[in-house]
């Protein structure tokens, strides 16, 4: 085969595991089976990673990042929200057109987790899976919550992990059911849910505080 850096072998490397884990489950990823979907002799497994192990946290920071480029630009300024509601909203598409476009991905995810959480010695892939959604959730709702110029109500890890459980519902009954209109009906739901524990940092034009009257009065 064409001669690869070591980038190049452990890009192919996670995206081969991505695919047998999805296909075959976690038990089935070993490092020959990665090495032959890659396209790749096993000994040159062994040049780009140290371990199975390393190379499953590699393949959860590199979904992680991928989604952090699917959620983020929808908390952008162009993308313009009126209020908190939109902006989850908006964010959540962006999130739901991730799982529509690359359903083996989401599946390859959710089996990297559950097999973590059986496997004596593995449980750390499953932590490091959801703390990694916990900052990533928590960078999108602070960029939300500066772009409509609001703040959170609760403790924003507190709803970062709210909205985890909710996507992680969205993604796991769309799996099953493929129902796009549901899922479009979930989003709403789960925007105005979770738009509830926010408020806005100064009051809407037109209303005056009490101090202000009587200030004015």
Known sequence: MTRMSVAERREALV?????????????????????????MPQASFHYAFESRDELMREVVRHVVEQEEGSILPAMAPQSAPTDMRQALRSGLQHYFAGVTADPD???????????????????????????????LAVSSLTAAAQLVDSSWTRPIDEVARLLIGLTDGLTTTWLAT???????????????????LSEPVRPAAGIRSAAENEVRA
Request: charged share 25%.
């Open 105 to 135: 991905h989401e599946r390859a995810m959710f089996e990297l987790s559950q097999y973590s959480q059986r496997t004596p010695g593995a449980e750390h892939l499953a932590r490091l899976q959801y703390e990694s959604y916990v900052e």
């Open 178 to 196: 493929r129902d796009d209109v549901a899922a479009q009906r979930f989003i709403d739901f789960a925007a105005e849910a979770v738009a509830q």
């Open 15 to 39: 995206a081969a595991a991505l695919r047998v884990i999805a296909r075959d489950g976690v038990h089935a990823a070993t490092t020959r089976a990665i090495a032959g979907e890659a396209g």
